[in-house]
């Protein structure tokens, strides 16, 4: 769990990503927190008038957080490819949520994850896809429909959980602007 200064912190690098693109300056900064400089595995979700106006994270902890959270914040603002680049003009505008994840632990039962608690991650193949969990709840999906999503945003066929996919479950530290 992270303290409330650690949180602003996260969020105050995720804006200044964001904000610093449009000057071209790329320089990540520092953080005097120590467990913002361990390795973690984080999405960033924009949203701009409550829709999704990017999102882009990393499912593995392969960097420090705060890095992660800096890298993730500027793909979800200017490299989700279902979304134009943001623009100056909605940086005052848009609100910016971060979504710490856990590492993923394989699912060994389908009914082994829980609606608003866990994500999903499928992997099929050369297919895979990844749902956060808040997802699930905002639609009012229930355990069948998130399986089924899941397998649809990898682009694989809406019943491949049945088919021999491996499926993953982790939970998220959310924390958004006010």
């Known amino acids: 769990m992270f303290n409330e200064e650690e949180k602003s912190e996260l969020l105050r690098i995720a804006r200044i990503a964001i904000v610093s693109y449009f000057d071209f300056q790329g320089e990540k900064p ?33 960097k420090p957080l705060f890095e992660t959270v800096w890298e993730t914040a500027r793909s979800a603002a200017f490299k989700d490819p279902r979304f134009p680049p943001l623009n100056r003009d909605e940086l005052t505008l848009i609100k910016i949520e971060i979504s710490v994840l856990s590492p993923m632990e394989k699912l060994k039962n389908l009914d082994d994850f ?65």
């Open 30 to 62: 520092e953080t005097k927190f120590p467990k913002l400089r361990e390795k973690g595995a984080a999405f960033t979700t924009i949203t701009l008038d409550g829709r999704l106006r990017g999102c882009i994270g990393y499912i593995v902890a392969v």
């Open 114 to 178: 829980e609606i608003g608690k866990h994500g999903l991650y499928i992997r099929k193949g050369f297919y895979s896809g990844l749902l956060l969990p808040q997802v699930a709840v905002e639609y009012g999906w229930n355990r069948e429909e998130f399986l089924r999503e899941v397998c649809l945003k990898a682009g694989l066929p809406e019943d491949a959980y049945l088919q021999g996919a491996d499926i993953y479950k982790f939970s998220v530290e959310i924390f958004s602007e006010n």
